[in-house]
């Protein structure tokens, strides 16, 4: 069984801020862990995933991740906040079940960005 | 560019009335998922292909069923919708098979579903 816990429906920065994602996992196998950007009204737009190789992923918009198996985390972070990060980000795991790879996503994080 | 087109991105059915949401993708993945998101959640998987082999969720009603005639196209038929039922619709790609996970998930924008 797998899961995802992503802390805080809301997080509000101000432009220039420093921004910080928080996602947990539970897995029963070693994790494949992905973050996913959405605006209103698209669909899930790939940030950056982890696959077991660098444990400090980096993905696209400036956006990074950390995997920490001993906290069982993974989360996201910018340092620069810009206005048009503004949107709901998703976690999500996938791990292997008789050989399908069935991503789980967490509740979502909606981040404001104030000027 | 390869991607995942889902038509049409906003449709209005009535109460009842027999509604299909197609999705087609370009990518030649043979992973073929069917999300549904209501407002503030999380998608919700309803089932997905892999090849042809169909894989319903657990707790996915009746209600919806799916086909997929081909590698490139996969439809998600609403027999009887209900009120609840208005949602954003996902579709989703992927490669499947062992040490394929790895490869993430395309999606394409969505079918914004409202009923009537």
């Known amino acids: 069984a797998q899961s995802v816990t992503q802390l805080g429906s809301h997080v509000s920065v101000s432009e220039g801020a420093l921004v910080l994602l928080r996602c947990n996992y539970s897995?029963?196998?070693?994790?494949?862990l992905f973050w996913y950007v959405q605006y209103p009204n698209q669909g899930l737009q790939l940030l950056l995933k982890?696959?077991?190789?660098?444990?400090l992923v980096k993905g696209i918009n400036g956006f990074e991740a950390e995997f920490k198996k001993s906290e069982t985390s993974f989360h996201l972070t910018k340092p620069s906040a810009h206005m048009s990060d503004a949107a709901e980000y998703f976690c999500?795991?996938?791990?292997?079940?008789?050989?399908?790879?069935?991503?789980?996503f967490g509740r979502g994080t909606s981040l404001i960005v104030h000027p | 560019d390869a991607m995942v087109i889902q038509n049409p991105r906003y449709q209005v059915t009535q109460f009842g009335k027999p509604v299909t949401l197609s999705c087609s993708q370009t990518?030649?993945?043979?992973?073929m998922y069917w999300y549904q998101q209501k407002s503030s959640q999380a998608p919700k998987l309803l089932f997905h292909?892999?090849?042809?082999?169909?894989?319903n969720e657990a707790d996915t009603p009746d209600n919806f069923q799916s086909r997929r005639p081909n590698t490139s196209f996969c439809f998600l038929d609403i027999r009887s919708p209900g009120l609840g039922d208005a949602a954003m619709y996902l579709c989703?790609?992927?490669?499947?098979?062992?040490?394929?996970?790895?490869?993430?998930?395309?999606f394409g924008s969505g079918t914004r579903l409202t009923v009537v």
């Open positions: 989703a790609t992927s490669r499947g098979g062992r040490g394929l996970g790895t490869y993430g998930y395309t």
């Open positions: 897995s029963s196998v070693p994790p494949y």
């Open positions: 982890y696959t077991s190789a660098a444990t």
């Open positions: 999500a795991v996938s791990s292997a079940s008789g050989g399908s790879y069935i991503p789980t």
């Open positions: 990518l030649n993945h043979n992973v």
């Open positions: 292909y892999y090849d042809k082999d169909f894989n």
